[in-house]
């Protein structure tokens, strides 16, 4: 597992069939992105437009959410790339991210844009899984700069990662989510005591570390009973920490509102 609740909202994002318009787009042609995506990136790697209605110049890069289509027009070079995800690991992220937004080009990546659009150019083997894989981390860097953004509203987890107290706690739940954690266990992973995690996580966070820790846990649980069909309850239990696969299915109803087996039901009648 990974240690950075970061890394895990977005490890199985990829892009698929990622685009690029290598002619000057105008509001004649303009295309219409997004439509039945989870969210779109848009990155102009030469010249200026408009993307679903905002300006964006050349070096900006923009998130826009789904699944609504939109328009992009203007004398530009378009990169865009399409994201379906599905699962509550994804959704995670999806909720604290606003319809569209936008990150102004602080790092000064010209050659990078120069070095996607040549070679894309080319036409040379393994063209497209390049640039898929260019768009993914383009996505992450696009993230990970709005969070830090001050017009930006991060979820408070990501804000407590750089808390020395929080952080490392944070990160021990999500290196190992399957581990029978206490308060103690917690406290020993940032060095401190019980009293000052219990006090100071839900300062930064919002709720006790337990508790986060078991609506965690449901959110992995939730993904691995719709991606595994055939694993059974007690493995489900045992991969988010319960021996008992009774006490994970009264602890999973409580906190998402139905029982394992309801919610995997559900998510079969939807696909």
Known sequence: MNDDPFDDLLRGVRADGALIDLTALTAADAPQLGKGASLTLCAPLRGAGRVAGRELAEGEAAIVLGPEPFAASGEMVLLAGQYRMRGEVPRRLLRVLPRMLVVPDDHNCASMRDYIEVHVARGRPGRQIVLDRLLDWLLVCTLRDWFDRPEADPPAWYLALADDVVGPALRAMHRAPDRPWTLAALAAEAGVSRTT???????????????????????????????????????????????????????????????????????????
């Open 197 to 271: 995690l219990a006090r100071r996580f839900p300062e930064l966070v919002g709720e006790s570390p337990l508790a986060y820790l078991t609506g965690w846990r449901m959110t992995l649980a939730a993904d691995q009973l719709v991606d595994d069909p055939e694993a059974t309850l007690a493995a489900v239990a045992r991969g988010v920490g319960y021996a008992d696969p009774f006490g994970f299915s009264a602890a999973f109803k409580r906190v998402r509102g139905m029982s394992p087996s309801e919610h995997r039901a559900a998510a079969a009648g939807t696909r």
